[in-house]
């Protein structure tokens, strides 16, 4: 049963480990957590729904198209409301995060109703591979595989291109990029593009697991808030690990605790963390002395 426990938290973990990598990514350019996050991808992922169902293209057109959406609702989302505000604070942009996931949810429900759906998926959740005792769905295994490989290919981007540099060195000191050439805006519409994909993966991934509604990205969105909060809000591989820290402490608490109550394992961590070590468990720890 333990290896049970520890293989899906894994699984689980792996979609925590994108939302919290998709926060961080904004957190670490603008200081702001996106409680958007989860409604962007939501909603990207109707639309992936939408084009896959009711207009009938194929799976992989489908998911393409909804990545597009997703991407340009992310700059969309930063040009239009986070750059147009007057005097802004990190209190006021909190609140237009927040103000904008409303109106995503109300009009995803508006539009597609609070019927649960079914996300057509090509790999199945009840196909199973046999590890030990423990067994693993095929779903579970691409979820592990897709979520390695786009946390490989953002830390590619990062490191070697032209681009991934820009976005570190504004993320770092957005002035003295700003002074060595480097379009800061620009690259922070980019961000909030890339932030709202890998939440967008997430969210296509998540609902053939749970169901395609409204709701789809409440309760996952504040998994992976706590995962970034657990290992680090400035580091992206913190916030990964966390992620899968997450996943396995909640299987664990599920299975020999309280299935009913595994919920409240992440607000136990967010409170936890930000008593004894605010800054994370892999992220540097700065004390200001007077």
């Known amino acids: 049963m333990f290896l049970q426990l520890i293989i899906s938290g894994i699984a689980y973990g792996s979609l925590y480990a994108l939302i919290a990598i998709a926060m961080v990514l904004i957190y ?16 990207s992922t109707f639309i992936a729904y939408t084009l896959l169902v009711t207009y009938g293209h194929s799976f992989y057109v489908s998911i393409l198209g909804s990545l597009i959406f997703a991407l340009f609702l992310g700059m969309f989302f930063e040009f239009v409301f986070l750059r147009r505000a007057k005097d802004p604070n990190i209190l006021s942009l909190i609140l237009i995060t927040l103000g904008f996931e409303m109106v995503l949810y109300g009009l995803a429900s508006w539009k ?17 591979v046999q590890i030990g005792s423990a067994s693993l769905s095929h779903l579970n295994i691409a979820t592990i595989i897709i979520t390695l490989i786009l946390m490989l290919i953002l830390f590619l981007f990062l490191r070697y291109t032209k681009l991934g540099i820009a976005m570190k060195a504004t993320q770092q000191n957005p002035v003295a990029a700003k002074i060595n050439g480097i379009r800061t805006k620009r690259i922070l519409s980019f961000t909030w593009a890339i932030s709202s994909c890998i939440g967008t993966v997430a969210g296509i991934l998540l609902a053939p697991i749970a169901t395609l509604d409204p709701n789809l990205m409440l309760d996952p969105l504040l998994k992976g808030f706590a995962s970034a ?28 605790v309280s299935i009913e109550f595994k919920s409240i394992v992440a607000f136990g961590v967010i409170v936890l963390i930000l008593c004894f070590r605010p800054s994370g468990l892999f992220a540097k720890h700065y004390v200001r002395k007077v």
């Open 28 to 43: 670490k350019t603008s200081e702001v957590p996106n409680f958007a996050q989860g409604e962007m991808a939501m909603f």
């Open 112 to 128: 597609w109703g609070a019927n649960q759906r079914d996300l057509p998926f090509p790999v199945s959740d009840f196909d199973v």
């Open 229 to 256: 909060v657990l290992g680090g809000m400035t580091t992206l591989v913190g916030a990964a690990v966390g992620g899968y820290i997450l996943g396995i402490i909640e299987n664990i608490f599920g299975g020999y």
